[in-house]
């Protein structure tokens, strides 16, 4: 089992930035990919950014361009920059990792 912990979120004017990010700890060795998700009230879950241990990443089509995910060494910590933001990625952003979720870190940008 993997615990994530989120932290970086907060309050932003349209067209700022915010950094997230997303630690890691527990059975560390496990991990094959780390990824963000992000939720808001009566919308499911879906993926923003993702990437391997071998350093591939894959966007939300939503995001390109604007989000960047990377990653220290070891997989971890797991970094999501959010430039150019929009009212529309007003949401909870969850690190994910296999079977496991942070508790999640609210984003909001003010339109």
């Known amino acids: 089992q993997v615990q994530l912990v989120e932290s970086g979120g907060g309050l932003v004017q349209a067209g700022g930035s915010l950094r997230l990010s997303c630690v890691a700890s527990?059975?560390?060795?496990?991990?094959?990919?780390m990824g963000w998700y992000r939720q808001v009230p009566g919308k499911k879950r879906e993926l923003v950014a993702r990437?391997?241990?071998?350093?591939?990443?894959n966007y939300a089509e939503s995001v390109m361009g604007r989000f960047t995910i990377s990653s220290d060494s070891a997989k971890h910590p797991v970094y999501l920059q959010m430039d150019s933001l929009k009212h529309e990625d007003t949401a909870v952003y969850y690190c994910?990792?296999?079977?496991?979720w942070g508790q999640g870190t609210q984003v909001i940008v003010s339109s």
């Open positions: 990437i391997t241990s071998g350093g591939s990443t």
């Open positions: 527990g059975n560390i060795f496990s991990i094959v990919t």
């Open positions: 994910h990792s296999g079977d496991d």
